[in-house]
Every structure is written in C-alpha cells, then in structure tokens.
C-alpha cells in the first residue's frame, strides 16, 4: 500500500477463503431452500417406486445377475437425475443473482465475481452430491439386500462417472445462468437441453448424418450406463433399417466420453466465468 | 475544490468517467475529485446518471471510458483493493432469503476479512444500530423491504470503512427509519467518514450533507459546499432557516431585517421559525447568528434551509432541459 493510500479496518482475505465464504452460505441457502427438498423428495419417490416394483415383482431379467441390477437401477435413473440436479441447483445460479438483485449484495465488496462463481458452483455440487450420496445409498441398500455386499467394481465405476458427470452438467448450467439475466430463461434452455434437446441431437446425428455426436455431452454420460453391462457395447454398430437404409449407432468409449465430459466442463466453465465477469448490473 | 490528495484522506475520484449503453450516454465525463471526512449529497432527476455512478464506483457496471478511483485505486483493475474500506448500498439488494440477517452479515463480514473474535459483537451493534436486534435469527425472505434495507445498511456499515457509497439509503423506509438513516449517517460523520449520498430528499440533503454535487444527463452541474451552492445560485443569497425555543412575536422579523446589515429578508414560517436570507457570506452571518443570540429568543437551531437548496434545484434542472 503507498504512503497515499488509506488504512482499512479490516484485512480483505485471499480469494480462496471468499470462495470458501461464498460456498458455505450459498449452500446453506441452498440446503434451507424448497428447491433441496423437492430434489431430495423426487429421489425418494423414485427410489421407493424402485424399490417396491423390484420388490414386488421381483422381474427375473432385472435380478438375473448383480450387473443387470445395477444397470437397471443406476444406468438409467443417475443420468436424469444428474440432469435434474443442474436444472435446479445450476439454472438460475447467477441469472438469479441479477434477476433476484442478490448480486448488489454479493458482489458490491471487494470480492472478485470468479471467487463468487466458484463459491456458487461448489456449492450446487455439494447440495447436489448430499442428494446424489441418498440415492446411492438406497441402491446399495437394494443391491445388498439382493445380492450381498460384494459389489461390481462396475458400479464404482459407474458411480465415479456419474460424479464426474454432474461436474460437466453443473459447468455447462452455470454457462447458462451466466449467459441471461433472466432466471426463467436460464432455467428453461437448461432443461429443454438436457431432457430433450442434447439427446434429439443425438439421434439425428448418430443415425441421419451417420456422424458420431462426439460433441454432444449426454453422448458422453452413455458410459455411466455402459460400463454396467456385462459386456461393454461396441464402438459403433450397423444394423439394416427400412428398405435400402443402413442405421449406425454410436457409443462413446470410456476414453472418449471422459474426455467428452472433461472437454465440456473445462470450456463452460472458462465460458460461464468470462460472461459473469462481463455481465453488468443494469 | 481541492486537487491535489492529501496524505491519508479518504477519496473518491472520477476522472473522465464515462457510461454508454448503445447511442445513449448515462454519465458523461464526469470529473469528480471528492477527499476528506465528509458527507456529500449526489442529487439529480431520475436517470440523471446518479446510480451509473455509483455502481461504476462498486465495479458493478465497466466504465465506456475514464476511471473510477477510490483512495487512488482503480475500482475495475484493482477491484479488492479498491473497496477494502469501501461500505456500499447500491439501490435495494436482496439478501439470500433463506439466510437470517446474523448469517448474512457473517458472510459479508467474512467476505471483509473482519476477525473472527469481533465478527459476533460487529454484527450485534451493527444490527443495533438499525434497530434490528429482535430479527437478528428470523429469516431474510419474509422481511419487508425496509427491514431488509435496514439489514443492508447494516452490511454497508459492519467493516466499520472509512468511505460509504448509498445510493438513497433512506428508500423503502418509513418516516422514522429515514429518521434513524439520517442519525446513522450523522454519526458516522462524527466519527471521520467520507460518505457519498445519492439522495431524492433535498431536506435530507440540506439536514446532513456538508457538499453538494448535482447531475443531469449524465453531466455534473455543480459540485460544491452546500452554502457555496444555495449563495452562488440564488443572487449571492444565503438562506437559513432558525428554529426558536420560545414562540416569536410578529414584529421579530422586522427587526431582525432592518438591525443586521446584509439581511434582505426574515420571513415568519410559524411561530418558532424563521428563515432568513441574507447577503455578504460569512461576516454577514456572524453579525445574524450574535444579533440572535442577543434577542434571548432561544435559538435552537440554525441551517440552511432546504427550500434554498430545492430553487438551486430546480433552477439548474431545469436549465439543461
């Protein structure tokens, strides 16, 4: 400090102890808020409606082997509610901090807007894994109850995966919320992306242009479901359609769907943190 | 004004600062040098460029072009540093509605990088001061908006700083919070602080303000002390009004403008005040304030008065129209 300049009372900390500030309070924002207790009662039900169809009907093909229990269970309910988790905890993340004016608040210190952003994410990752440890839980609770408690190495997998995916998910929502003012806005584009929009891409993609959708995220997450099953699925197969046309699909390799995750978190995140640190409170 | 910075003073400069959304100019180079313990009032119609500045000076928007310094740092390259001993209320903001006011202002306490073993008794008085302690543990989301405006002021004042930016602090709040406001304010003169004020109350202006800027178009009209201001402005004239103990006959007025030489007029507003106008600044006042004194009438108070303020006003308002 010069000679020039003034005294504070107080000594502003690094900016990793303001992301540490910014995460503990937006998490507890988050973990009081109604959104949280929605998230947390749709994995409850989903989890209960599971449990009790399994439970009473006890499908032959779902309980041959512990491999195609997993799959059933967590191959195809963790990508949704990974989605799910973004939309809810991600969609108006920073749009709202604009909209709602929590940004004059927040921002009108001297903090810098990316210790912010980190602060908002970590914290939606944290809201987002509490939910994502009770889901596991009552798989594993399903899985032990029916097969005892020597897991498949797979399901780690599949669950590290999952995990790793609702990183990418969380940066590409940010990226959203970042880019409008408008939360409903943010919310909308996040969820029609996710629930519809990434995997409609991908359809037409994989079996129109017979391109691989390398570029599309969800193409990706297909590796959380695919490495459950008791053979990994072929690269890319062919099967013969409607008269003369050829069908190709596509699944991504483990290599090539972490690499896809990664390749989406890394660039939404650099994306999502330059428009914040640009975006006006006007 | 003065120029040039003296050593360890509180300032807020704006240098060329200018604000540009497409083709239409919110600030114009405005040059703005304000330093030392003070209060300034910020006065101007509405989108005359007021709350640009403000949030210019809390890096809320990016400058077009020019510099917002605070004690000689640049507000955008150096935002941290800038603002260390900065407290700000810019328009109303909201509070995470989930949080109570004590986690709240820990955040922002934290976020300061005030100690923790003072962090408990800083916010307790800093809620105190605005009258919050009974809400202190309820949650944020169910509070009317003045209450909230109280918990951000409270926000602005927790790092105890020596330089305050409120943009109309008193919004939202009924007639006795903006009384408290005003209190709160005047203390905080009391104890060194440079404060800006934005302000629609020109009473409130005239009450605690030592300065005055005035904006229109995003162009700064006048930036001076409040009596400079009213004289310049109204022919030379000062006008103040007294407030009296005891009530005052009819002819007090008459005497008062025919025995100090330099009074033009005493006008009777009731039968405890009077407002004065006089010329020949500070020598004239002097003779008024002892001519006072000496009628054992009971002055109680003496300031300029705001209707002086209001026709400056008005006057240069409605010059750039």
């Known amino acids: 400090m010069s000679s020039t300049q003034v005294e504070s009372a107080s000594r502003v900390p690094s900016s990793l102890t303001q992301v540490r500030v910014t995460m503990k309070y937006t998490f507890l924002d988050y973990f009081r808020s109604r959104r949280f207790f929605i998230l947390l009662a749709i994995v409850l039900l989903i989890s209960a409606a599971l449990t009790i169809v399994i439970g009473y009907y006890r499908p032959p093909g779902l309980l041959s082997s512990d491999l195609s229990f997993y799959s059933s269970w967590w ?18 993340a920073i749009s709202g901090e604009f909209q709602n004016r929590t940004g004059y608040f927040s921002l009108s210190h001297p903090v810098r807007r990316s210790s912010v952003y980190i602060g908002k994410w970590l914290a939606a990752f944290l809201a987002s894994s509490i939910i994502l440890v009770v889901f596991t839980a009552v798989t594993l609770g399903n899985g032990v109850y029916y097969f005892g408690s020597s897991l498949p190495y797979q399901f780690g997998e599949a669950v590290l995966f999952t995990w790793f995916y609702l990183v990418a998910v969380l940066g590409s929502t940010f990226f959203f919320s970042s880019l409008f003012k408008t939360s409903s806005y943010a919310i909308l584009v996040t969820a029609v992306l996710f629930l519809f929009a990434f995997n409609l891409i991908q359809l037409l993609v994989a079996n129109f242009a017979q391109i691989e959708p390398w570029f599309i995220l969800t193409y990706g997450s297909q590796i959380i479901g695919n490495v459950l099953m008791a053979q990994y699925p072929a690269h890319i197969t062919t099967a013969n359609g409607f008269g003369e046309r050829t069908f190709t699909s596509y699944n991504a390799t483990i290599p090539e769907g972490l690499a896809i995750i990664a390749a989406y978190f890394i660039v939404t995140a650099i994306l999502g943190l330059v428009l914040f640190e640009r975006k006006e409170f006007t | 004004m003065s120029t040039k910075r003296k050593l360890n003073e509180p300032s807020i400069q704006a240098v060329g600062l200018t604000k540009r959304y497409g083709s239409f100019t919110a600030l114009d180079s405005l040059n703005l040098n304000i330093e030392g313990s003070k209060c300034v009032g910020f006065l101007g119609p509405n989108g005359a460029g007021k ?15 020019g510099e917002a310094l605070v ?29 109570t006011p004590r986690e709240a202002l820990s955040m922002v306490a934290e976020t300061r990088g005030v100690p923790a073993v003072e962090r408990k008794t800083r916010i307790e008085e800093a809620v105190s001061e605005v009258r919050m302690d009974e809400w202190v543990d309820k949650r944020v989301g169910k509070f009317s908006k003045g209450m909230k405006q109280r918990i951000n002021i409270a926000a602005a004042l927790l790092s105890d700083p020596r330089i305050f930016l409120l943009d109309e602090p008193s919004t939202g709040l009924d007639p006795r919070g903006m009384s408290e406001v005003r209190d709160i304010v005047k203390s905080l003169k009391g104890k060194q602080r440079l404060i800006f004020m934005s302000s629609h109350l020109l009473s409130e202006v005239t009450d605690i303000c030592d300065e005055v800027a005035m904006i229109d178009h995003g162009k700064l009209l006048v930036y001076d002390t409040l009596s400079n201001v009213t004289s310049r402005f109204s022919g030379g004239e000062n006008v103040v009004e007294v407030g009296f103990l005891r009530p005052i006959d009819g002819g007090v007025n008459g005497r008062i403008a025919a025995g100090v030489p330099g009074v033009t007029s005493a006008e009777r507003v009731d039968d405890r005040n009077l407002r004065i106008r006089f010329s020949g600044g500070a020598s004239t006042q002097e003779r008024l304030l002892s001519y006072l004194v000496g009628m054992n009438l009971g002055v109680i108070s003496y300031k300029p008065a705001s209707s002086a303020l209001e026709d400056v006003y008005l006057s240069l308002i409605k010059d750039t129209k």
């Open chain 2, 71 to 99: 004690n000689g740092v640049n507000v955008h390259t150096r935002k941290k540093k800038a603002l260390e001993s900065v407290g700000t209320l810019i328009e109303t903001p909201e509070i995470y509605p989930s949080l």
């Open chain 2, 51 to 65: 709350t640009t500045t403000l949030k210019l000076f809390t890096d809320l928007i990016r400058a077009t072009s």
């Open chain 1, 75 to 92: 191959g195809i309910s963790a990508v949704l509610l990974t989605a799910l988790f973004g939309i809810f905890f991600g969609g108006d």
